[in-house]
Nanobody, 115 residues
């Protein structure tokens, strides 16, 4: 069965860093586009970052450019989101998304940026 398991969320102070991981199984990871999305209370789910199957192409939301980095390790079937210089407005539930011949979502992991 397909699984996308996020980890690495938690509470961090403004200016701090966090690395999220998404471990995938049950589908062909190496040919799938992967992405990170987030949703804050009262807001729509929004794209944070996306990475192509080979890792050669990345896309970022304007709000996180220069601060976040998406990467993937196809040998480990894992996608990462390195988050630096975190701001309170980054607080949200972060979701991992896989686009294969179907679309799959992880369960989400909470990131809270607060003093």
């Amino acid at each position: 069965q397909v699984q996308l398991v996020e980890s690495g969320g938690g509470l961090v102070q403004p200016g701090g860093s966090l690395r999220l991981s998404c471990a995938a199984s049950g589908f062909t990871f190496s040919t799938s586009t992967m992405g990170w999305y987030r949703q804050a209370p009262g807001n729509e789910r929004e794209l944070v970052a996306r990475i192509s199957s080979t890792g050669g192409t990345t896309t970022y939301a304007d709000s996180v450019k220069g601060r976040f980095t998406i990467s993937r390790d196809n040998a480990k079937s894992t996608v990462y989101l390195q988050m630096n210089s975190l701001k309170p407005e980054d607080t949200a539930v972060y979701y991992c998304k896989a686009v294969s011949w179907k679309v799959y979502w992880g369960q989400g992991t909470q990131v809270t940026v607060s003093s």
